[in-house]
């Protein structure tokens, strides 16, 4: 049998992608970057073990492989066909060469291509019912010690005086073992998820625990049946976008840190601020709908995060999108330390009275860094009227008597009477 010439074996490999070839076999599930399945080198129950890398990630990232963790069966679209179909070398590169239209020799090859499997029916994305974001909206206040932390900074009279409302705009609650309840409510006013996390008196997530998802609690987890659904996770504060269409959209790391310095600021209709919840989780697809609409995104990484940020901001092409760095340019000091968020700086800036520095030169070069505020400008505080809408809500639910009493309920409760303070 004449020897398939090095070259064509060469330009069959360089074609091959090992997502379409281990996909012809099997059900794959994206997984972030990679793609995940069953191992179908051992008896495996578990989907998670067995990893496939696109052939997207550069090679030296391992890409266009695939690899389980269990068994160690490992290599690219070539040893996945010799193992899987226990084809030779030759007749691998000859099933591989059809596949991708690429002539190899005249030798018959007794294989043929196996037909498309039919994918599995994407599972629903999963919908979290209102009522649910009202419940945990009752509990609040004191209740949580989050939000009792953060009635204790140090504002000035009007910021304390917005809070509640700025925390009622974010749709932030409360959880019965006094975790704070963060929503992800998308764009488009629908409840996708709910992260749980316990604060310390100081302010300070409890690092002992891991942050908890709405459905995984008990009793939830029956109700939403989170295994039965995908689960997308929106920005902190996505719903915000249908209500101020016009704002530039700011984008941190913390929920903690986007409430703050929307309270600091109260200029919902020129800038909102998102949150992300964690320097690794600024993923491209929670960026789209910002894109969709045009928005100017700036992001506002943690001290530490600013290279890891930008290459997100690379990555996304996206002309208005930047990151921004003026803020901690001008105003961070040695004393808020190397992990400090703008919030940390904006709260050593609040307890001290500081005003943060201009840099007029900045401003110039990066003409839409104007946009955005500095921290301690005078802004013209206009009266805050409480709003009644509940951000997300539509209109039937805002006719429910019920939901009117309880509104009523959280107003009372929440109104601050400035003697007590
Ligand atoms: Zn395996």
Redo the contacts with the bound molecule.
């Keep these: 049998m004449p020897k398939i010439p090095d070259e064509v074996v060469k330009r069959v490999i360089d074609l091959a992608k090992i997502e379409d070839v281990v996909g012809d076999f099997m059900n794959l599930r994206k997984a972030g970057v990679n793609l995940t399945g069953i ?1 179908p ?2 008896d ?1 129950k578990h989907d998670g ?2 990893i496939v890398r696109p052939s997207s990630i550069p090679e030296a990232r391992h890409g266009n492989t695939y690899r ?1 963790f ?2 160690d ?1 490992k290599g690219g679209p070539v040893q996945f066909m010799m193992e899987h179909q226990r084809l030779s070398f030759p007749d691998a590169i000859r099933w591989l060469g059809k596949k991708y239209n690429e002539p190899v020799d005249d030798i018959p090859l007794n294989y043929t291509p196996p037909p498309p499997r039919p994918k599995p029916a994407p599972l629903p994305v999963l919908e979290i019912p209102r009522s649910y974001v009202r419940r945990t909206m009752e509990i609040g206040g004191d209740q949580t010690l989050f939000i009792y932390w953060l009635k204790h900074l140090p504002w000035d009279d009007e910021q304390r005086a917005r809070l509640q409302q700025t925390l009622w705009q974010y749709c932030v609650g409360g959880w019965k073992d006094g975790r704070v309840v963060f929503w992800q409510i998308d764009h488009n006013g629908i409840p996708r998820a709910a992260k749980l996390m316990r604060y310390l008196p100081d302010g300070h997530r409890d690092k002992t625990q891991h942050p908890g998802w709405i459905y995984n609690q008990d009793g939830c987890r029956q109700q939403l049946e989170p295994d039965k659904h995908e689960i997308i996770k929106p920005l902190f504060g996505s719903h915000l976008l249908k209500r101020y269409p016009k704002a530039v959209v700011n984008i941190v790391e913390s929920e903690k840190t986007a409430i703050i310095m929307a309270n600091y600021y109260d200029n919902f209709d020129s800038q909102i601020w998102l949150a992300c919840g964690g320097l690794k989780f600024l993923q491209l697809d929670s960026l789209q709908p910002l894109i969709d609409q045009g928005r100017t995104i700036w992001l506002w990484p943690d001290k530490d995060g600013r290279e890891a940020w930008q290459t997100v901001c690379d990555k996304l092409g996206y002309d208005h999108c930047r990151v921004y760095t003026h803020f901690f340019d001008t105003c961070w000091r040695e004393e808020d330390g190397d992990k400090a968020d703008v919030a940390d700086i904006a709260i050593r800036m609040m307890k001290t009275g500081d005003k943060p520095r201009q840099a007029p030169e900045q401003a110039a070069t990066a003409k839409s860094q104007e946009a955005v505020l500095p921290l301690g400008a005078n802004l013209p505080l206009e009266p805050v009227e409480w709003n009644n809408d509940v951000p997300f809500m539509d209109l039937d639910e805002m006719n429910d008597p019920r939901l009117r009493l309880w509104r009523e309920t959280l107003r009372q409760r929440y109104n601050f009477n400035k003697s007590k303070q």
């Design positions: 191992c080198f051992h495996d073990n067995f389980c269990v068994c069966h």
